[in-house]
């Protein structure tokens, strides 16, 4: 990201005024209290932890009024807090296999174990815009909360049906590595792929996961299933010879089924595609997993014929940040460049006019000689 700029201080000084006083507002109305942004306005704080790979709501929101609502500028913010911050440990993977959701729902099972949960969502509303928004008493749930919840796809794989999460033998799971700390190298394995997936720009991945639903990758897609909730994270500390819960994150997790692959050797198999981010995000967790089961073409021997299936040109261009930076520097000063592209075209315009010039005598040339004979 280009962050060096050289200009006069007392103009930048008059900026950065400017800047604070367009955020401020109507002085005589109180600021917004970034307690007031991280609960009323949780949607937006998500997604700023989640490409800003840091989970605070507090630090998201406090961003997010800095940057004046700007989502980029907040992640840009909470990613660079989080270059300062020391690291501890490692924490154990956690188990979503457990997550006790706020809200789960399936598209391919109408009745699945534990039930369907419809949570906080805004599938239902009317998208009417209201005068004023109203906050409802909360139902007494119909049945007691408790029964197990099975993931989907471990309901197809008691019959094969889908493709195992993990290779039956040999696996050790290796640690993945680490994108905020080692240079990207392609190709990528998938666990750091689903890194970069998990904190890149929403908005593109959505594109990218419409595109192949629109026929530009190979994917025909069932929601398994997405769930919403809190999860344990544990820190494993070697001191003690045990992990230690440190708190809960608020996640959001998508299980894409996905049409088959088979062979002369291998029964038909469902495939899958894996989303999983910070907060809520359903939108992300699902183009998230879209993406995920299109970047995988390789292991199934399908042609790149679409640019969702292009590791190297989804992951370079996920990276809001990065964009940003690229994209925006355009703005600064680039006036020596400009002179030379100057002088380069005036030089060009010069020689095709002689051109021109050259041409059109020789055509008065032969005119005149034809005359003659």
């Not at 900026?15 to 109180?30: E, I, N, S, Y």
């Not at 909470?78 to 300062?84: D, G, I, V």
């Not at 290796?174 to 792929?193: K, N, W, Y």
């Not at 997405?226 to 440190?246: K, M, S």
């Amino acid at each position: 990201m280009y962050v060096a700029v050289k200009g006069g201080e007392k103009a930048i000084a008059h900026a950065h005024a400017l800047l604070a006083k367009r955020g401020r507002g109507d002085a005589d109305v109180p600021r917004i209290d970034h307690v007031q942004v991280r609960d009323q306005l949780g949607v937006l704080v998500s997604r700023v932890m989640a490409e800003g790979s840091l989970y605070d709501p507090d630090l998201a929101a406090k961003a997010l009024l800095q940057a004046q609502g700007d989502v980029l500028e907040a992640v840009t913010l909470l990613r660079s807090y989080r270059t300062t911050l020391p690291r501890f440990g490692i924490t154990l993977a956690v188990d979503t296999a457990g997550l006790p959701p706020e809200r789960r729902v399936s598209a391919t099972f109408k009745d699945i174990p534990g039930g369907q949960q419809l949570g906080a969502t805004f599938d239902y509303t009317h998208r009417l815009l209201a005068d004023e928004l109203e906050t409802p008493e909360l139902p007494v749930p119909d049945a007691p909360a408790g029964e197990p919840m099975p993931r989907v796809t471990d309901l197809l794989g008691v019959d094969a049906l889908v493709e195992l999460d993990r290779p039956a033998e040999g696996w050790t799971d290796p640690d993945p590595g680490d994108l905020t700390r080692e240079p990207t190298v392609f190709p990528m394995s998938r666990a750091e792929r689903l890194q970069a997936l998990s904190r890149g720009d929403e908005g593109f991945l959505l594109s990218l996961g419409y595109s192949t639903q629109r026929g530009f990758g190979n994917t025909h897609p069932f929601v398994g299933e997405v769930r919403v909730g809190e999860v344990e994270v544990e820190l494993d500390v070697p001191e003690l010879g045990h992990a230690v819960p440190i708190g809960r994150i608020e996640v959001t997790e998508c299980q894409m089924v996905n049409q088959f692959v088979g062979s002369a050797d291998q029964a038909p198999q469902f495939t899958r595609g894996y989303g999983l981010v910070f907060g809520r995000a359903e939108r992300k967790a699902m183009s998230m997993s879209l993406v995920d089961r299109a970047l995988r073409r390789e292991e199934f021997g399908e042609r790149v014929v679409s640019p969702a299936q292009d590791e190297e040109f989804v992951i370079a261009h996920a990276d809001n940040v990065q964009a940003t930076g690229f994209v925006e520097h355009l703005k600064l000063p680039h006036y020596v460049d400009f002179q030379a592209e100057l002088g380069l075209i005036r030089s060009l315009r010069r020689e095709f006019r002689a051109r021109e010039a050259a041409s059109a005598d020789a055509s008065a040339r032969g005119t005149l000689i034809e005359e003659n004979a």
